[in-house]
Structures are given as structure tokens and as C-alpha cells.
């Protein structure tokens, strides 16, 4: 079993839609959670990060970690053509101060206009 | 833009071939990683540099792969004796904090590799 699972899609919805993604994990000792953005051909980028459980907002994007199912989302709300991208969550336990974030396969997003 | 620079971009090179990628980070960066991706997953950790010192090295670097920073600015990262299992794409990134406590770390736009 991989450390973290995510479903690569492809994932295709109207422009203004809500769009949930997720991922699991098996390592209980993961406590940083990330979501990064990765547009065709380049680098990814950091959209989101939490620690706790629960929810975290910034403008269209919503962040949420459950630690006791080992289950994080991300929402995006009104999405838009320009949201269209694969998006990668990451984690990291920090433990011995590893600096080692292990990501998921990506779900590629595509936003219809 | 002074962001991540990565040399070459692309390169295609026969099986057996060493190569040698190149990562400029970002000005004053102390904290340097390299992962690499294949296509349809995400990116897998190698390496770590806090400044010139190879921190963290991940079991996925066997001995045909070497990564130096010399002087805590620029690093490269060799593969001797390439083989077709090493076509992916090689991403370089910087910051100034850990990574690992969810601070933002600059990731390049990766140079690719093909091995024929």
C-alpha cells in the first residue's frame, strides 16, 4: 500500500461547478498537509497548507484534514478555466527532521468554459 | 524573474550516457531539494542541501545518482550510467524555511530526461 493514495482522474466540470479532491494516507505520523497546483509542464506550486484537523479557507479554496480517517480534501468553488491544472496533495511527518514531503499521483482538473 | 533556473531543460541520451542536470535557486535560498517525476504521479523526493551540506538522501538515489552543492548556491545532480528507468522529469527546488512545516518551497520548471 502506498503511504499516500489519490485518485488521478481526469476530473472534468463546468466552469462555476464545485470541485472536491482528496486524498488518504496510511502513515499516522503525517502532520503537515499540503495541496500543490501543477500546470502542464512546469513545476508544482503551493496552494494550500494545514496542520489540524478541520477546515482552513483562502478565497475560492477550502483545505480540510481529517487525521482520525487519515482523509484530506480540497474544495474549490466557482471554478474557473484558468483552475484547469493536476493537483497534488502533499505530506510530511517532520520526524527526525526529515524535510522529505511525499506526494500523491495528482488528479488532473479540467474547468469547461 | 529570479525564480529556480534549471539546466538543461530537456535532454535526450542514449542508455549507458552520464548526465548532468543543473538547479540555480533562488537568491539567498539556504534550502535546496531535488525530487524527480515520471509521468502521471507525483513528484518523489531525492535530496536535501542546507547550504552546501547533503542533509537527507532518499533510498531512491542509488549509486549511479550524486548530488553536490559545492558552495551552498548552486547544485547539480549527476546520473552515471543512465538507463531507460531514469527517463522523468527532474525537479529542483529552494526555500529559506523547512518545507516540512508547510513553508512555501520554489519549485523549477524541471529538466527533462529521455533515455533512449
Known amino acids: 500500500q502506498k503511504e499516500v493514495e489519490q485518485d488521478p482522474g481526469p476530473l472534468s466540470v463546468p466552469e462555476g461547478a464545485i470541485v472536491s479532491l482528496n486524498c488518504t494516507y496510511s502513515n499516522s505520523a503525517f502532520q503537515y498537509f499540503m495541496w500543490y497546483r501543477q500546470y502542464s509542464r512546469k513545476g508544482p506550486e503551493l496552494l494550500m497548507y494545514t496542520y489540524s484537523s478541520g477546515n482552513k479557507e483562502d478565497g475560492r479554496f477550502t483545505a480540510q484534514v481529517d487525521k482520525s480517517s487519515k482523509y484530506i480534501s480540497l474544495f474549490i468553488r466557482d471554478s474557473q478555466p484558468s483552475d484547469s491544472a493536476t493537483y497534488l496533495c502533499?505530506?510530511?511527518?517532520?520526524?527526525?527532521?526529515?524535510?522529505?514531503?511525499?506526494f500523491g499521483k495528482g488528479t488532473k482538473l479540467t474547468v469547461n468554459p | 524573474d529570479t525564480g529556480v533556473s534549471q539546466d538543461p531543460r530537456h535532454k535526450i541520451t542514449k542508455r549507458g550516457q552520464n548526465v548532468t542536470f543543473r538547479c540555480d535557486p533562488i537568491?539567498?535560498?539556504?534550502?535546496l531539494y531535488w525530487y524527480r517525476q515520471t509521468l502521471g504521479q507525483g513528484p518523489e523526493f531525492l535530496t536535501y542541501?542546507?547550504?552546501?551540506?547533503?542533509?537527507?538522501k532518499s533510498r531512491l538515489l542509488s549509486d549511479r545518482f550524486s548530488a553536490e552543492r559545492p558552495k551552498g548556491s548552486f547544485s547539480t545532480l549527476e546520473i552515471q550510467r543512465t538507463e531507460q528507468g531514469d527517463s522523468a522529469m527532474y525537479l529542483c527546488a529552494s526555500s529559506t524555511r523547512s518545507a516540512a512545516s508547510g513553508n512555501t518551497i520554489y519549485f523549477g520548471e524541471g529538466s527533462w530526461l529521455t533515455v533512449v
Open positions: 537568491s539567498e535560498h539556504n534550502r
Open positions: 502533499a505530506m510530511t511527518s517532520a520526524q527526525g527532521g526529515s524535510e522529505k514531503l511525499v
Open positions: 542541501f542546507q547550504n552546501e551540506a547533503q542533509l537527507e
